[in-house]
């Protein structure tokens, strides 16, 4: 038995043609089912549906075989134990900086002024602005990051962004593009060797497709 932990909304919408490649079918959709556990028209693969920053996690201790996470969510989580061996292109966006319209990044940089940052991505944030020799101050938030400039918590925000109508519903600009990110396969490091012989298929029709 293999076992795929993946996100509901966008990383499930987006997985499910690489899965239709690969020959998988999958009735139950985890918006309508409520379950957490769904079968597949594989008896040999379930999915596992997690919240897309508890991914990493569940393929490190090895609760599921491998899992499809962002490239965000796995610079947060370190990659401690995780093999990834596919960039499936999906669930693509960026990682940037926002600021209201009305704050004068660049010259805030340039005057080395100490910057207040929100954002759930700290890790990422913080390598960021140390890279740049920016002296930042890092407020940690779980949603809604785009509040925080508007209501003087912060002045800027590491959020990601792929249409832009976010940031423009919000009064913000989008000022620095940190990287792109796309979603990636993970395999737990032992599964690859113990079950190699069931995920070799799967990883091949993944790969493939997804260069597509
Ligand atoms: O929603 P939840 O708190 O459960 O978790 P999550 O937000 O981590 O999950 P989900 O399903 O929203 O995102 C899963 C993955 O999709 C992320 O880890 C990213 O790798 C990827 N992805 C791609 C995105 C976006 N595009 C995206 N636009 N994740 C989030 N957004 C959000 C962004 O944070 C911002 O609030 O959408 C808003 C901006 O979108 P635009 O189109 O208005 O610019
Ligand atoms: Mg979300």
Request: hydrophobic letters at 45%.
């Given at each position: 038995?293999?076992?795929?932990?993946?996100?509901?909304?966008?990383i499930?919408?987006?997985?499910?043609?690489?899965?239709?490649?690969?020959?998988?079918?999958?009735?139950?959709?985890?918006?309508?089912?409520?379950?957490?556990?769904?079968?597949?028209?594989?008896?040999?693969?379930?999915?596992?549906?997690?919240?897309?920053?508890?991914?990493?996690?569940?393929?490190?201790?090895?609760?599921?075989?491998?899992?499809i996470a962002g490239?965000?969510?796995?610079?947060?989580?370190?990659?401690?134990?995780?093999?990834?061996?596919?960039?499936l292109?999906i669930a693509?966006?960026?990682?940037?900086?926002?600021?209201?319209?009305?704050?004068?990044?660049?010259?805030?940089?340039?005057?080395?002024?100490?910057?207040?940052?929100?954002?759930?991505?700290?890790?990422?944030?913080?390598?960021?602005?140390?890279?740049?020799?920016?002296?930042?101050?890092?407020?940690?938030?779980?949603?809604?990051?785009?509040?925080?400039?508007?209501?003087?918590?912060?002045?800027?925000?590491?959020?990601?962004?792929?249409?832009?109508?976010?940031?423009?519903?919000?009064?913000?600009?989008?000022?620095?593009?940190?990287?792109?990110?796309s979603s990636r396969?993970?395999?737990?490091?032992?599964?690859?060797?113990?079950?190699?012989?069931?995920?070799?298929?799967?990883?091949?029709?993944?790969?493939?497709?997804?260069?597509?």
């Amino acid at each position: 038995m293999l076992t795929l932990a993946l996100s509901k909304g966008r990383i499930f919408e987006e997985t499910q043609p690489l899965l239709e490649a690969a020959g998988v079918h999958c009735a139950e959709k985890p918006e309508s089912s409520r379950k957490l556990i769904l079968p597949t028209s594989d008896p040999n693969l379930r999915l596992l549906i997690v919240r897309a920053s508890d991914v990493p996690t569940y393929v490190q201790y090895g609760a599921a075989d491998f899992g499809i996470a962002g490239k965000d969510v796995l610079l947060e989580h370190g990659g401690e134990g995780l093999y990834q061996p596919i960039d499936l292109q999906i669930a693509k966006c960026r990682m940037s900086v926002a600021t209201a319209k009305d704050f004068d990044y660049a010259n805030a940089v340039k005057q080395g002024a100490r910057l207040r940052v929100a954002t759930k991505y700290v890790k990422t944030a913080r390598e960021h602005f140390a890279a740049k020799g920016v002296h930042v101050d890092i407020i940690k938030l779980y949603g809604s990051m785009e509040l925080a400039p508007l209501v003087g918590l912060a002045d800027v925000i590491v959020d990601l962004v792929s249409t832009g109508g976010t940031l423009r519903a919000n009064n913000l600009v989008e000022v620095e593009e940190i990287m792109t990110i796309s979603s990636r396969l993970v395999v737990n490091q032992a599964a690859l060797k113990m079950k190699h012989t069931a995920l070799q298929p799967l990883l091949a029709a993944f790969e493939q497709a997804s260069q597509k």
